[in-house]
């Protein structure tokens, strides 16, 4: 089986992704500090694998590991790693962790965000009406970025004073370019600003999933300090990094199909099609780390070893052919049925499934109906990604709104 090492810098994401897929289901591939593992790239043995109780979130089970392979200054170490939380855990432990989470982002629960969402939409486009008229906008850090960040903010209970640092140390989280001398203190220090925030919500508790968290610890429910901790640090990361994706991802997508864009705007096409196709097409999550094998797993005609690592590519599983067809590589705003599994499958489905969809749904029309205008400033080809392997994220997205 050739290896496939993945680019830290992801110079062509779409070129890595097709590689993926040729090399069959289950590819054999190296990330970045040159850590083996394994990649599943088609959708039906992805969603095999995901429902399969041989495949774990135990670290432990790494043979990697276990050999002392993987050092701690490894940039990644904080996904491969993350502690202990509803994420590194399976079965009954899963269960308990995830439960108060997914109760509180239900569909039902989340729709009862969307007054709040629709405020902060408005108030950001404000923002954006009093630039200067023919100025170049960031509309990934002065729209697409603090919606969902205020939006997961408010519901876990964080103070908005904490986002600058917050963002800070999570561009050095997700990087692969963080220089490995930093990795321990980043993670110390991301590790103190949320034991903060739980300290502070334990002294004077809010009506957030935070304050819900520690107040059924104390009633029983046996969650550690480490695993709220652990807990909010997971939501408030990924909570908030898809939906920047799925946004800047969407408006891309839209101003480079502008008969599409057409068709949405004169309200032919539902913008849930828009977010679905975006979801699929150009996924906000490239690859998904980690999961071990507790035993020799086939997939397809090859197999992946006990002890093995797996990730889940994400950005390979949208496009293939064998799920949506010869058009896979197409974005098409049309495509019914159009089943994928961006958010996840199984037992680890992404539980803020609802609430990022919510978001973009709201910003995405919202933004049209006061820009419609709106032009990038650069060419698509030259927009860049951000070296992180997991997210598909851009530095910027430079616009001109018209």
């Not at 590819?27 to 599943?40: D, M, N, S, T």
């Not at 902060?120 to 697409?144: C, W």
């Not at 103190?192 to 429910?221: C, H, M, Q, W, Y």
Request: proline share 7%; hydrophobic share 40%.
């Amino acid at each position: 089986m050739t290896r496939i090492a993945l680019d830290p810098f992801v110079a062509d994401l779409d070129g890595e992704s097709a590689r993926l897929r040729a090399a069959g289901p289950l590819a054999e591939v190296e990330l970045p500090g040159g850590v083996h593992c394994y990649a599943v790239t088609h959708h039906a043995e992805a969603r095999q694998l995901l429902t399969d109780s041989r495949i774990v979130k135990d670290i432990d089970v790494w043979n990697a590991w276990q050999r002392g392979e993987i050092p701690m200054d490894w940039p990644l170490i904080g996904l491969a790693n993350p502690g202990r939380s509803m994420l590194t855990v399976d079965g009954a432990d899963h269960r308990r962790l995830r439960t108060l989470v997914a109760q509180a982002l239900t569909v039902k629960r989340v729709e009862r965000l969307r007054a709040g969402i629709e405020a902060l939409t408005t108030a950001s486009l404000d923002r954006l009406a009093a630039l200067p008229k023919g100025e170049r906008v960031d509309l990934k850090a002065e729209f697409a970025y603090p919606l969902p960040m205020n939006v997961i903010s408010e519901l876990m209970g964080v103070d908005s004073a904490d986002h600058p640092r917050l963002k800070e140390l999570f561009e050095k989280f997700f990087s692969t370019q963080t220089p490995p001398e930093e990795v321990p203190q980043m993670m110390a220090d991301l590790g103190a600003l949320f034991t903060k925030i739980v300290d502070g919500k334990r002294e004077n508790p809010g009506d957030d999933l935070t304050s819900a968290l520690i107040a059924a610890s104390e009633n029983g429910d046996q969650l550690t300090d480490e695993e709220i901790v652990n807990t909010l640090q997971l939501i408030i990361a990924a909570g908030h990094e898809t939906t920047i994706s799925l946004i800047v991802n969407a408006v891309v997508a839209l101003q480079t199909h502008p008969e599409q864009r057409k068709q949405v705007l004169a309200g032919e096409v539902p913008w849930e099609n828009v977010i679905e196709e975006t979801l699929r097409w150009n996924t906000p999550t490239s690859h998904v780390l980690i999961r071990f094998a507790t035993e020799d797993v086939e997939v397809g005609d090859k197999v992946l070893p006990k002890g093995e690592a797996l990730i889940v590519s994400f950005g390979a599983l949208g496009r293939d052919e064998a799920q949506h067809g010869p058009t896979a590589g197409d974005f098409d705003i049309t495509r019914s049925p159009n089943r994928h599994i961006a958010f996840g499958h199984g037992p680890h489905v992404c539980p803020g499934a609802a609430l990022s969809r919510l978001e973009a749904g709201v910003a995405l029309p919202a933004l049209y109906e006061r820009f419609p205008e709106l032009e990038l400033a650069v060419p698509a080809s030259e927009l860049r990604n951000k070296p992180i392997v997991t997210q598909n994220d851009l530095h910027d997205l430079p616009v001109e709104l018209g």
